[in-house]
């Protein structure tokens, strides 16, 4: 088994969401929303108009298009792997979103785990991650990624496989808003 960003996500918004969903094997059932389905759609849509596109202003060499990744613990699609002047590589993803001067820390989950994803298939360092703002005229961020967030991530994906293994119930989330509308919150014991 390996896991997916959207995991690793989960578990850091609240632990317990890993032992409902592969512990007690209790489906989420979220809605396929318009904006995740819009949200795909962009995706192709930019893969197939970006095909050749390279950024020189950021100092791209080549890229490689939706590569599906896995290692010992990860797996997921990153749109873009951007190879660079220095010798490093990138992860780009592409947000069907506006750009308001904030970043959400699920889009930085989501490339420290491309990150790690593309050091360990591609034998090259990743310092930094690019997302690309869709609704906000393809603005391009750049989000800094240091060891730091690489090594978060590969404890959080083991404190999952922990729980999995010896079906620990984790304690909830400190933040006890995020419990409000919680898939779970029903049957979860405070």
Do not use: W
């Amino acid at each position: 088994m390996t896991l997916t960003p959207s995991h690793i996500i989960e578990y850091l918004y609240c632990p317990r969401f890993t032992y409902f969903e592969y512990v007690l094997c209790i489906p989420q059932y979220e809605e396929k929303n318009f904006k995740v389905l819009k949200g795909r759609n962009v995706h192709e849509l930019k893969q197939e108009q970006n095909k050749d596109y390279l950024r020189k202003r950021i100092g791209v060499q080549s890229k490689l298009l939706s590569q599906y990744l896995t290692n010992d613990l990860l797996r997921g699609e990153v749109d873009e792997v951007l190879f660079l002047e220095d010798n490093k590589a990138a992860p780009l993803d592409y947000k069907f979103a506006q750009y308001k001067e904030k970043i959400y820390d699920t889009y930085k989950t989501q490339l420290y785990c491309y990150a790690v994803l593309i050091e360990d298939n591609f034998n090259v360092e990743v310092k930094k991650g690019y997302l690309v703002y869709t609704r906000s005229k393809n603005t391009l961020i750049e989000i800094p990624i240091d060891l730091k967030e690489k090594e978060k991530i590969r404890s959080v994906a083991n404190s999952i496989f922990s729980i999995i293994a010896t079906n620990h119930f984790p304690k909830a989330t400190k933040y006890k808003r995020r419990c409000l509308n919680c898939t779970y919150r029903n049957i979860c014991i405070k």
